[in-house]
């Protein structure tokens, strides 16, 4: 049976996101398009149930809005991350303080370990851990020994020239996961029914399940006629001044 969100956590992108790490070569964002971006996409959230807690900008850090990265939430403790960009390690010291008002248990990541939640996919009780430039093996290793102490299961994925797992898939409860075609053929999703996305629509790999709804990203109307097929019901939101971020649906909130 599917988990019920109730929760979630974001934080308000700062002034300073326009100088956030950055691959895509689609530019520079634009502050107040990210701002009212953000805003609709907290509005998407509270739609679809969950109480919502916004934290305020970090300047200091300009990817912090990508809150997903530096913690892991999960039905039975939270993981506090080790993020592999340097420029992020920062991040994760107050991430104590606001997932105690939360959880009771709270793990972490340590050197020479790094993980960023990013490359975590839960389905169900087992999850997923890609092994990118920002996850190293120890840093899953870790993970793994912590989902066991807890009765869940991990299992690792080697990715290549993707940021981070969940950037090419996301599970949609009840079996259901939405990929790319690379990832497609990876006998670890084996056991799945497959949404493949078209080549031309791979951001949107990058969706969320919240409690019974698909929310996916705007302008990938290919993609959502399929996930719509498949008898989910959807909805989106634009994100496209985190793209040029690199970021996803995903990397804006934990959801628990």
């Keep these: 049976m599917p988990l019920i969100f109730r929760n979630a956590i974001v934080r308000k992108p700062g002034r300073s996101v326009v100088n956030g790490l950055s691959t895509s070569g689609l530019g520079v964002p634009d502050y107040d398009r990210t701002l009212f971006q953000h805003s609709e996409y907290i509005r998407k959230l509270k739609e679809c149930g969950l109480t919502v807690k916004i934290l305020d900008p970090s300047e200091e850090f300009p990817d912090s809005v990508f809150i997903e990265d530096v913690a892991l939430c999960t ?7 080790n993020p592999g960009a340097p420029s992020r390690k920062g991040e994760i010291k107050v991430m104590n303080k606001v997932l105690k008002e939360y959880f009771e248990n709270i793990e972490n990541i340590t050197e020479p370990g790094t993980l960023e939640a ?3 996919m839960m389905a169900g009780e087992h999850f997923f851990i890609g092994i990118s430039e920002r996850t190293n093996h120890s840093g899953a290793d870790q993970l793994i020994r912590i989902l066991d ?16 797992l969940k950037s090419g898939v996301s599970y949609l409860e009840n079996n259901v996961i939405l990929l790319t075609k690379e990832l497609a053929v990876h006998e670890e999703f084996g ?10 629509e791979g951001y949107a790999a990058n969706s969320v ?7 996916l990203p705007e302008g990938f109307p290919e993609t959502r006629r399929l996930i719509n097929n498949a008898g989910f019901d959807t909805m989106v939101t634009d ?10 649906l995903s990397c804006l909130s934990l959801r628990f």
């Design 239 to 248: 994100v496209s001044e985190f793209r040029k971020l690199d970021g996803g």
């Design 75 to 81: 039905s039975r403790f939270a993981l506090i991350t």
């Design 118 to 120: 990013g490359d975590v």
């Design 149 to 164: 102490k807890y009765g869940f299961t991990g299992s690792k994925i080697h990715l290549s020239g993707m940021l981070h």
């Design 209 to 215: 399940w919240l409690n019974g709804k698909i929310l």
């Design 191 to 200: 056991s799945f029914r497959k949404i493949i996305v078209p080549d031309s």
